[in-house]
């Protein structure tokens, strides 16, 4: 289950709320605009807040509490907001018994969050995955775009100061 939203503050602009309501506007009266509102919601903030969810259960007249159980469910909802360079450690089989988990505790420390979390900053997010498909070089880190495999803890602060 996803975690519920941080201390993270929203930032939504007027625009963005104004882009939201006109979006919500085009669907209404069509059969079970859901999935299509939300997917469009989260292109224009990058994310769902509850303060968005809010929104558009008062448009479309459901209750928020259907919002969320919809944006928990489905794993393309995001609740947080990604950083500007997003950190992802795979906790697969094969990368935790590499010793993934103590990756994932160093980023921890190194970063200043838990799995889930953001930098105060908004430059790093970090977040479990399951498998990215380069089971052979487990432990793997992906930031960004760039993977990074066969990694020991102590190689992270490095990495990430490139960053």
């Known amino acids: 289950m996803k975690k519920a939203p941080t201390?993270?503050?929203?930032h939504g602009t007027a625009e963005q709320e104004k882009q939201l309501r006109e979006m919500i506007a085009g669907y209404k009266g069509e059969k079970s605009p859901m999935m299509p509102v939300l997917q469009e919601a989260q292109k224009i903030y990058g994310y769902l807040p509850v303060e968005v969810q809010k929104i558009i259960a008062d448009e479309l007249g459901v209750p928020l509490e259907e919002i969320y159980g919809i944006v928990t469910f489905y794993s393309q909802?995001?609740?947080?907001?990604?950083?500007?360079v997003p950190v992802s450690v795979c906790l697969g089989?094969?990368?935790y018994v590499k010793g993934s988990g103590k990756l994932m505790e160093e980023l921890e420390n190194l970063l200043g969050i838990?799995?889930?979390?953001?930098?105060?900053?908004?430059?790093?997010?970090?977040?479990?995955t399951r498998c990215i498909g380069a089971c052979g070089l487990a432990p793997v880190v992906m930031i960004g775009e760039d993977v990074y495999g066969r990694l020991e803890p102590n190689q992270?602060?490095?990495?990430?100061?490139?960053?």
């Open 7 to 10: 201390s993270v503050k929203f």
């Open 77 to 84: 909802f995001l609740l947080n907001p990604k950083g500007e």
């Open 93 to 95: 089989t094969a990368c």
């Open 114 to 128: 838990k799995n889930g979390g953001i930098t105060e900053d908004m430059k790093f997010s970090l977040d479990a």
């Open 156 to 163: 992270l602060k490095g990495i990430l100061e490139k960053y």
